[in-house]
């Protein structure tokens, strides 16, 4: 079993990589950074959760 701190530097990790190719990809299509940032946030840390949480239940399984 891996501690809180292991769980919670996961998320921060996924999210933070998630958002930046957000981000990356909003840039290249020509968003505007102002426009896309708190969207492309909203959805990695979403995602991060998702991702997270079903990694955390699957090392909690026998």
């Known amino acids: 079993m891996q501690s ?3 769980w919670i530097m996961q998320f921060l990790r996924e999210a933070a990589i998630l ?3 957000l981000v990356a990809v909003d ?3 020509g968003v505007k950074l102002a426009d ?3 969207m492309s ?3 990695s840390v ?3 959760a998702i991702f997270t949480g079903y990694r955390y239940h699957q090392s909690r399984k026998p």
């Open 4 to 6: 809180t701190r292991h």
């Open 19 to 21: 958002c930046a190719i």
């Open 27 to 29: 840039l290249a299509i």
């Open 36 to 38: 896309s940032f708190w």
């Open 41 to 43: 946030l909203a959805y």
């Open 46 to 48: 979403a995602a991060a």
